[in-house]
């Protein structure tokens, strides 16, 4: 357990550095063993959820680069071009949620680190007409631009009217909620960072930064805090280790005290892939959505992504169904039939007590 705040600069990422693992060399696995479930039965649910006039309809997709690279391709191709493969996917819910893994600046100070990212203002009109309805900035790339950067990306986020998490202009607006109604029920998002490359991007009580967790005590009580104001508590995690197929030891413990605290759901990203499920005390954690739109390498798995569906009722129960995307060349795809089944084989073993059915239903285990 947590009992002392680490220094962002020791955290578990590979050599010791966040951006040191971001060549495309693949670090150790984790230590955690994922369950494949053998002699139990699931339990699916009725698909008609995902219509339910009375649930509330949340879709959630990883990690999102709307710069380097990616941007020549906007450029050449138009903002629109990242979403049009999946585009139905990311308009029919009530809610979309996206990792917005980058600064929206065209000023700041690049920071001293070996992958640097900022987008053009120009890439929030299509960002938002796609879909999107609130990010997440409690990552390793929202500040790559320093505090002037990530202070452009609030009024830039804030003119386009685009509500975000995880990050403020002082410590009480970076682990404040974003309260959002739909269909008569509040749900309250939060987003916390256990990586981060220096403290100076922690937010402070009158500096800009981020809501980070590498000391669980603030979070939690921002959890507790939310649950009174809200039906629903969606939290929004950045966290592991990258290309680890299995999640470190610390993330199940941060989510399940998250849960502890008052959490309906845990969605989370970072580690450039995808990472299994787990459900605790009948709450849902996603241990990482992998990319949705970045620069593209050579390491295939990284290339696997999923847009997650949730339908939730106002007193938490979530249902999860997974649509399997490829994205490459920084346009996501909807996955054939048969790399589907083998991605949702694998992500199967890769969970705790859940299992992913071939018609993308995410369900837990009975024995």
Not at 182 to 190: C, P, R, T, V
Not at 302 to 328: F, H
């Amino acid at each position: 357990m947590m009992t002392e705040e680490p220094s962002p600069v020791q955290s578990d990422e590979t050599s010791g550095s966040p951006a040191e693992t971001e060549s495309g060399e693949s670090p150790d696995q984790g230590t955690n063993n994922g369950s494949t479930g053998t002699g139990t039965a699931v339990i699916p649910y009725d698909p008609g959820v995902f219509t339910d006039p009375e649930r509330v309809q949340m879709t959630f997709v990883g990690d999102i680069l709307l710069g380097s690279t990616v941007e020549s391709l906007l450029a050449s191709n138009g903002y629109d071009y990242p979403y049009k493969q999946v585009l139905s996917y990311l308009q029919r819910p009530d809610l979309t949620i996206a990792d917005l893994e980058t600064s929206i600046t065209t000023g700041g100070t690049k920071q001293v680190k070996e992958y640097v990212f900022r987008s053009s203002p120009l890439v929030l009109p299509a960002f938002q007409a796609a879909g999107f309805d609130l990010v997440n900035l409690a990552n390793n790339h929202s500040m790559d631009y320093g505090p002037d950067g990530l202070l452009d990306t609030f009024t830039h986020l804030e003119k386009q009217g685009i509500p975000y998490v995880g990050a403020g202009r002082n410590t009480e607006e970076a682990f404040s909620p974003v309260i959002l109604e739909k269909k008569g029920m509040k749900i309250a998002f939060l987003g916390f960072t256990r990586v981060i490359p220096e403290q100076s991007w922690k937010a402070g009580v009158s500096s800009p930064g981020l809501a980070d967790t590498y000391n669980y005590t603030v979070p939690v009580e921002a959890i507790q805090k939310a649950a009174k104001q809200a039906d629903l508590v969606v939290v929004i995690s950045h966290w592991g280790v990258e290309r680890n197929d299995l999640p470190e030891a610390y993330q199940k413990d941060l989510a399940k005290r998250y849960i502890d605290a008052g959490a309906d759901l845990i969605v989370a990203s970072h580690p450039h892939v995808l990472q299994g499920f787990e459900s605790y005390k009948g709450k849902w954690i996603a241990y990482s959505l992998g990319n949705f739109i970045f620069t593209t390498n050579n390491i295939p798995k990284t290339w696997d992504s999923m847009i997650l569906e949730a339908s939730c009722t106002k007193d938490g129960d979530c249902a999860l169904n997974a649509v399997p995307v490829l994205t490459k060349a920084a346009q996501p795809k909807v996955m054939l039939p048969e790399a589907a089944t083998q991605l949702f084989h694998r992500l199967s073993v890769a969970s705790f007590g859940v299992k992913l059915l071939d018609n993308g239903q995410i369900v837990r285990m009975v024995k």
